[in-house]
């Protein structure tokens, strides 16, 4: 006759025994997902830094410059109502460059008059809320 004391031990040793089983399959599970992401983020990685995607956010960056210069030569030439169109525009092409600027990782380098422009209006991936575009100057 099994007493009421070894009932306990065997049905505790087998809730122990499934509870560790059950934390070993999620664990692995958990621990698979974790590698397979961090294999993914590395590859994405490796694409981001590949010299094709860096000549491309350098082409990206040159075509905004271009649309800053033509858009402040329409500034100055601008009737008032229009400025602050054309203001808000070059805005959005700086904060571009800015954000392109920041996925270059040094296999190119920018033309010295984007490096400065890059330099006086840019912080964080952002236009700087010390630069001039800020101001409309």
Known sequence: MIGPRTTFAVIGSI???VLIVGGIIV???QA???FANSGTNHQAHINSSSYGAQESDLSLIAS???AINGDEVDLRTAPAGLAQQIHTEILGDANNVCH???LLTGSVALDPQTAAFVKANCLGGSVSALSSLRNGT
């Open 100 to 102: 392109y600027d920041t």
């Open 27 to 29: 664990g692995g599970w």
């Open 32 to 34: 698979n997902w974790w």
């Open 64 to 66: 905004n410059m271009q």
């Open 15 to 17: 809730v122990a025994f």
